[in-house]
């Protein structure tokens, strides 16, 4: 298997290939827990985190994994990285862990992490599979980032609301409310308005990637090739 540029790798993770929006992979947590941006960051950070050590970890050991046993090494190794993400979140955000609940230990059986552990990490040298799993992470988080702010504005006319769970006092009065007397829809709050709100980020990519081919169509010249016309002359001979 040909090891991609980083240039290519870092397209696929944020953009071409993210796990979110085109693998369409760990939806569960991802319409679960983005009723707010602060708890979209704490569990984009904690899966940016074990896909980072897990990639590296399984691309370590490729070569001495036995094949029968591939996968259940896989799941160990992630599982090590989730306790560990979940055991750093008790300690420093306790609050916010609380939150979240059961979304933590089930990074484990996240379909996009397992699925870069296999497909990429497994066949790669250690740093390909260390960016390939940082940019994956970041792509999932900067989805989480952005369903959980689109859904927190218009369900609660707020923006980074209790990111003092996250970060601290130092964050208390970064809420940000751009209208006042702002009515409650919670229906982006509740389930179907997370469904709603990765469908319309869906397509708005799906759209973005019709006009960038469109563009590109038209751009590239119009490559004509003229054939040459072989005429038969007969002589008449007198």
Known sequence: MATKSSAEIIRDGLWTNNPALVQVLGLCPLLAVT??????????????????????????IRNFVNESVRLPAFVMIIASFVTCAELLMQAFTYELYQILGIFIPLIVTNCAILGRADAFASKNPPLPALL?????????????????????????????????????????????????????????????GAFVGLGLLIALKNGIDHQIKERRTAAEPASTSAGSKRVRVTGTIS
């Open 35 to 60: 009723s707010t941006v602060v708890n979209a960051i704490g569990l984009g950070i904690a899966t940016l985190m074990v896909l980072i050590g897990s990639n590296l970890s399984v691309s370590i």
């Open 132 to 192: 390939d799993g940082a940019m994956m992470g970041l792509g999932f988080l900067a989805v989480l980032v952005v369903l959980g702010g689109m859904r927190e504005l218009v369900g609660q006319g707020t923006l980074f609301a209790d990111m003092h769970l996250l970060l601290g006092p130092m964050a208390s009065d970064w809420v940000i409310r751009p209208f006042e007397h702002y009515p409650d829809m919670l229906f982006m709050v509740l389930p179907p």
